[in-house]
């Protein structure tokens, strides 16, 4: 069974780095694609990106210029870095599976709560 | 991007059946998933491509497209069915779009 479990601070300063990591065990990260979604606190899901196993990334257009995610299969990690952030980039952040680039996103992890504030 | 439009909310009695909405323009072209998240937990998905199950969501779940609107139909709804649903298409196999989310109430 695939799990999959987001880390990484639960406070971040506004205009900071925000930094998430996603550790996939129960499985490969080979074949797969690996997203990034967020909802902020009573709100509804947005999908923030996701990078291939190989390295190939595709962003949100809303988020784009501030967002980079990437790969460690070596580690069977995926990372999530958001920059310049403010209140508005406070939610709950979870990592996602799935089977190629437009599949059902099938295994979410629990979710990190991250709040920007200083 | 593409919008998907859902009800804010729906009722339904205990046992009834529920019909949650997803709108969005000749989304009958597009594969619809549905993800169930109760509160402080984690999306579930309970429907893909349209109409079809993961394994362990029981069969009183199932979905349809058709036109402009997707629904998901929960038979014999129980206490344990109230959560936020969402609809999920991707747009160009590049963008992943999202429904507002509909807060299912069993009575």
């Known amino acids: 069974q695939v799990q999959l479990q987001e880390s990484g601070p639960g406070l971040v300063k506004p205009s900071e780095t925000l930094s998430l990591t996603c550790t996939v065990s129960?499985?490969?990260?080979?074949?797969?694609?690996w997203s990034w979604v967020r909802q902020p606190p009573g709100k509804g899901l947005e999908w923030i990106g996701y990078?291939?196993?190989?390295?190939?990334?595709n962003y949100n257009a809303s988020l784009r210029s501030r967002v980079t995610i990437s790969v460690d299969t070596s580690k069977n990690q995926f990372s999530l870095n958001l920059r310049s952030v403010t209140a508005a980039d406070t939610a709950v952040y979870y990592c996602?599976?799935?089977?190629?680039?437009?599949?059902?996103?099938?295994?979410w992890g629990q979710g990190t709560l991250v709040t920007v504030s200083s | 991007s593409y919008d998907l439009t859902q009800p804010l909310s729906v009722s339904v009695a205990l046992g009834q059946t529920a019909r949650l909405t997803c709108g969005g323009n000749?989304?009958?072209?597009?594969?619809v998933q549905w993800y169930q998240q109760k509160p402080g937990q984690a999306p579930v998905m309970v429907i893909y491509?349209?109409?079809n199950r993961p394994s362990g969501i029981p069969e009183r779940f199932s979905g349809s497209n058709s036109g402009n609107t997707a629904t998901l139909t929960i038979t014999r709804a129980q206490a344990g069915d109230e959560a936020d649903y969402y609809c999920?298409?991707?747009?160009?196999?590049?963008?992943?779009?999202f429904g507002g989310g509909t807060r299912l109430t069993v009575l």
């Open positions: 996602v599976r799935h089977g190629w680039s437009s599949a059902p996103l099938d295994y």
């Open positions: 129960g499985g490969s990260m080979s074949s797969f694609y």
């Open positions: 990078i291939s196993y190989s390295g190939s990334a």
């Open positions: 000749n989304i009958v072209h597009k594969n």
């Open positions: 491509t349209d109409k």
């Open positions: 999920q298409v991707w747009d160009s196999s590049t963008y992943v779009g």
